[in-house]
């Protein structure tokens, strides 16, 4: 079963895993979007929401996560405190809430829901809207110099929308995602990501791929009266340039890699002009350099996945899962290729049902050589292996075969290739941030 954004039988770890668990059967609908139950809920606890430092509300498809991580970065090398709610958790749940820099302990964290649940009553309620409650409470009761609230999904419906005055939105690359539920086109998708906006908020709008957009976060930026902030990134040399109306700055390229993270560290950048406090140059390249964000083009050099790997071979992670992943993936490849002409890149990969892996697929098809499918274990949602080796056949994807395991899978790929005498591969695991989750649990 998956909840709202998050894989639903992940541990918390500690006191708060008995707590998440009933709140999981307190709404009969998986995801259900609407804001009449969180506000209720929010009014019973004395409306934390309305209580919070200055807050940067962050929605989009792909990049929000990336752009929150890199705000974080530079604001607390700044030496500023800074909450932070994200979704999904790709291990435990308590990744989601970070508290003036450490993620949230677990007696507190249930502390927190415990209280929600008793200020619910039993009335329904969706897990991803208690939790959001839970992280207003903490954010509330702690403090700090700013708070970093990425959506769950969506915009206009979701639970984080009930802050009624940020002090910044941001919105990122607008691509095909949730189509069940925000859309089946890029219009109806951007009109959802733009109900973050609000009158008078500074709007920082990622460039968009599309055109239609494009123009529907204008069109409403203006029909909210929210400003659009200008500004802008050009890749330059080993590094790229950032220019706003307020500074203009030669950077180094930033520490979580592919070319396409350039552009969201801009929109954090020109999120951080925005703010009621300065954050220096020096501030903003430690951020850059020292940005940490797991399962996005992440390596893995130790734990068993990776240790079993022959010498000389490279394990990856990446958790994107709709075609503007694929494409950014496609460019990395690409990048690889040029660097190291000899070396094969093999894929092993997982999907969830409601994605479109032919979309994910198609752009990295011409860079692959090899592929092993997987069910992501324990998600009743996942693709069949089966049936995401017939979306890379018909991509074109060569040596396409499934496994039992991403460790199997490893395996596999390893016996076929090193018995052949070729060159060491670089492995990328993709496809979902469901099996990224998973397989950072098995590799320790």
């Not at 009266?225 to 390229?253: H, I, K, T």
């Not at 990295?364 to 890379?392: C, F, K, N, Y």
Request: charged fraction near 20%.
């Amino acid at each position: 079963m998956t909840t709202q954004n998050g894989p639903a039988a992940a541990p918390a770890g500690g006191g708060a895993d008995p707590v998440l668990e009933r709140l999981k059967g307190l709404h009969p609908k998986v995801i259900d979007l609407s804001l009449d139950r969180l506000h209720r809920l929010l009014a019973a606890l004395d409306h934390p929401e309305r209580r919070l430092p200055p807050v940067v509300h962050v929605a989009g498809t792909n990049g929000k996560g990336s752009t929150v991580a890199f705000l974080r970065a530079m604001l607390e090398a700044a030496g500023l405190r800074v909450h932070v709610y994200t979704s999904p958790h790709l291990v435990r749940f308590h990744e989601r809430i970070r508290l003036a820099g450490r993620l949230i302990d677990d007696d507190r964290l249930a502390a927190l829901l415990e209280e929600c649940e008793i200020a619910n009553g039993g009335a329904p309620i969706t897990f991803f809207e208690v939790t959001t409650a839970a992280a207003f409470l903490a954010f509330a009761r702690e403090p700090a110099d700013v708070v970093l609230l990425e959506t769950g999904l969506g915009g206009r419906l979701d639970a984080t929308n009930v802050v009624e005055r940020p002090a910044v939105t941001a919105i990122t690359r607008i691509s095909y995602d949730h189509r069940q539920f925000l859309g089946d086109t890029l219009a109806a998708i951007a009109g959802e990501k733009a109900g973050i906006l609000k009158p008078g908020v500074p709007a920082v709008i990622a460039p968009q791929p599309a055109e239609e957009a494009w123009r529907t976060l204008a069109a409403r930026a203006e029909a909210v009266g929210a400003p659009l902030v200008q500004w802008g990134v050009e890749p330059r040399g080993d590094g790229f340039v950032y220019e706003s109306g307020r500074r203009r700055l030669e950077l180094p390229m930033p520490g979580l890699l592919g070319a396409h993270q350039i552009g969201n560290a801009g929109v954090a950048l020109a999120v951080l002009d925005q703010l009621p406090f300065a954050v220096g140059e020096e501030a903003v390249r430690r951020g850059l350099a020292g940005v940490e964000w797991p399962a996005r083009l992440q390596r893995l050099t130790r734990g068993p996945l990776a240790e079993g790997l022959p010498v000389g071979w490279e394990l990856w992670l990446d958790g994107g899962h709709n075609d503007s992943a694929g494409e950014a993936l496609a460019v990395q490849a690409a990048a690889w290729e040029a660097a190291e002409p000899g070396r094969p890149l093999l894929l092993v990969y997982g999907m969830l049902a409601s994605k479109e892996p032919r979309e994910f697929l198609a752009p990295l098809a011409p860079h692959v050589q090899a592929m092993r499918t997987v069910a992501i274990p324990g998600e009743d949602a996942s693709l069949p292996a089966e049936g995401t080796a017939a979306a890379a056949r018909a991509c074109g994807i060569p040596d396409t075969e499934t496994a039992e395991s991403v460790a199997a899978a490893l395996a596999g790929l390893v016996e076929r290739h090193a018995a052949a005498g070729r060159a060491p591969a670089r492995v990328l695991i993709c496809g979902s941030l469901y099996l990224a989750g998973t397989v950072l649990a098995e590799n320790g």
